[in-house]
């Protein structure tokens, strides 16, 4: 999550309001849009090489609750 703040200047309130639901299929060049609480603003967030790079490795970890992982195992493949 710290890779994906850093590579699109969110705050991370925001990032960590994320579930790994809203990543679900996210490929090298996609977006994902977020509505910032604070401001209200929409932002849109890249999904560059880094990033998803690091979304795989912490994916395949398995590094989670069993709330999430139950979650994560249904996910395909990112």
């Known amino acids: 999550m710290f890779v994906m703040a850093t590579n699109n200047g969110i705050r991370c ?3 960590m309001r994320l579930k790994v639901g809203d ?3 996210k490929n090298v060049d996609d977006t994902l ?4 609480p604070k401001t209200g603003k929409i932002k849109v ?3 560059n ?3 998803h790079a690091t979304l795989t490795r912490f ?4 590094s989670f ?3 999430e992982k139950e979650a994560v195992e249904k996910l ?3």
């Open 23 to 25: 990543l679900r299929g």
């Open 45 to 47: 967030l890249a999904v």
């Open 59 to 62: 994916l395949a970890s398995g």
């Open 49 to 51: 090489d880094s990033v």
């Open 13 to 15: 309130g925001d990032l």
């Open 65 to 67: 609750s069993d709330g």
């Open 33 to 36: 849009a977020i509505k910032e």
């Open 76 to 78: 395909p493949e990112i």
